[in-house]
């Protein structure tokens, strides 16, 4: 599948595609703070576009390990003043939650994608996925959730179990009637996973290319790059590029990333020396 429909863009995935972390919170593990009023967000937007995101993600709420769950109405008051500037930017834009009532309200306002951590497993996060005419979707994997899933992740074979789930998720998701063009599939590098299963599922990601979906992959500043090269999380840039490529080469279509600019120029350059990658 080469595009992924949202609500306003056929997003061209002929060629890999970075998406733009804006993250609207005071903790995140690498820039929280950093743009947490509107103003500031906004601002990291356009300069992201500038650096060449195709796509950018909206976040109210941290999902960094040991995070706790935001109140509902916090993450509804951080989210959509940004959103409702955001839509008129003129690139898809994407909204990063798991509360359906914040998926609603992101829609209603005009955002194009619903990038959520737990893969619509709550039915009324389903519905109104599946009530919307068009809007993308990126279902990702998670064991556990954020205050808890790096305590003791396990897996008997985690690129099985990770395809397992996410075929699964899309499956009822179409059975709803959500389109495949609408659904892309992020494997949860980091989420509920050792360095030693992040490492595995990426050397086996073209396995989670079988469903036909497209992937979207999310490396960027993980601890498990910090875990390989020993840089604290403020010094992980080549390592995050290098990780974007390497999922690139392994199939990804989509790469979720702080560094835009750095990304955007290593992926030229992987294309102009027309370096192979795994295609579904």
Not at 8 to 22: A, E, N
Not at 122 to 151: D, F, N, T, W
Not at 163 to 171: D, G, K, P, S
Not at 200 to 207: A, D, I, S, T, V
């Amino acid at each position: 599948m080469h595009y992924w429909q949202t609500s306003r863009y056929d997003i061209d995935l002929s060629r890999p595609r970075v998406m733009g972390i804006v993250n609207i919170t005071p903790d995140s593990f690498s820039d929280g703070g950093r743009h947490a009023d509107t103003r500031s967000a906004l601002a990291h937007c356009e300069r992201l576009l500038r650096e060449g995101a195709d796509i950018l993600d909206l976040g109210g709420e941290s999902s960094r390990p040991g995070a706790q769950a935001l109140p509902l109405q916090e993450e509804l008051d951080r989210v959509r003043p940004v959103l409702r500037e955001a839509v008129r930017l003129g690139v898809p834009i994407s909204v990063d939650t798991y509360k359906p009532e914040v998926m609603r309200m992101a829609l209603d306002v005009g955002a194009d994608i619903v990038n959520d951590i737990f893969a619509l497993r709550s039915p009324a996060a389903a519905e109104a996925i599946a009530a919307h005419p068009r809007c993308g979707v990126c279902l990702m994997h998670m064991q556990g959730e954020p205050k808890s899933m790096q305590a003791a992740p396990h897996y008997e074979d985690v690129a099985a179990e990770v395809r397992c789930f996410l075929e699964e998720r899309a499956q009822a998701l179409r059975e709803r009637g959500v389109a495949a063009a609408r659904i892309v599939l992020d494997p949860g590098y980091g989420f509920g996973k050792s360095v030693e299963h992040n490492f595995e599922l990426l050397r086996r990601q073209p396995e989670l290319l079988a469903p036909g979906y497209p992937l979207l992959a999310g490396w960027s500043r993980k601890s498990s790059l910090g875990a390989v090269t020993g840089r604290d999380v403020a010094d992980r840039l080549a390592a995050s590029v290098a990780a974007a490529l390497a999922a690139v080469e392994r199939g990804a279509r989509i790469v979720r990333v702080h560094d835009v600019a750095a990304t955007v120029d290593a992926l030229k350059v992987w294309a102009h020396a027309g370096l192979p990658s795994w295609q579904a």
